[in-house]
């Protein structure tokens, strides 16, 4: 079992930032690789961006390339997901999930279905 616990969402104007943080607990998230999605009522969930278990591989959404970083620190089993010009469009709920295949170090996936276990979310509202 792992748990994860997001925080940092909130309302901000566009052109701003936000940092979310997702804190993992139970089986060491270290070893997985770990992924960031959202989510609007009415539409299906949608990745955002994915890190492998060393950090050393990421991927992104092509909407968020240049937007948007996810990092990891291991030592503290915690992912983030750093915001910047945040658009109207950006506006969801963002949860943070992870996969518990044991993948190389540079694994990571972005299809929603091979995460494991996934966060309550944190909202995310931007302001036009």
């Known amino acids: 079992q792992v748990q994860l616990v997001e925080s940092g969402g909130g309302l901000v104007q566009a052109g701003g930032s936000l940092r979310l943080s997702c804190a993992a607990s139970?089986?060491?998230?270290?070893?997985?690789?770990m992924g960031w999605f959202r989510q609007v009522p009415g539409k299906e969930r949608e990745f955002v961006a994915a890190i492998s278990k060393s950090g050393g591989t990421t991927s992104y959404a092509d909407s968020m390339k240049g937007r948007f970083t996810i990092s990891r620190d291991n030592a503290k089993n915690t992912v983030y997901l750093q915001m910047n010009s945040l658009k109207p469009e950006d506006t969801a709920l963002y949860y943070c999930?992870?996969?518990?295949?044991?993948?190389?170090?540079?694994?990571?996936?972005?299809?929603?279905?091979?995460?494991?276990?996934w966060g309550q979310g944190t909202q995310v509202t931007v302001s036009s």
């Open positions: 999930a992870v996969d518990t295949y044991y993948g190389g170090s540079y694994y990571y996936t972005t299809r929603a279905s091979d995460y494991d276990y």
């Open positions: 139970g089986r060491t998230s270290s070893n997985y690789a």
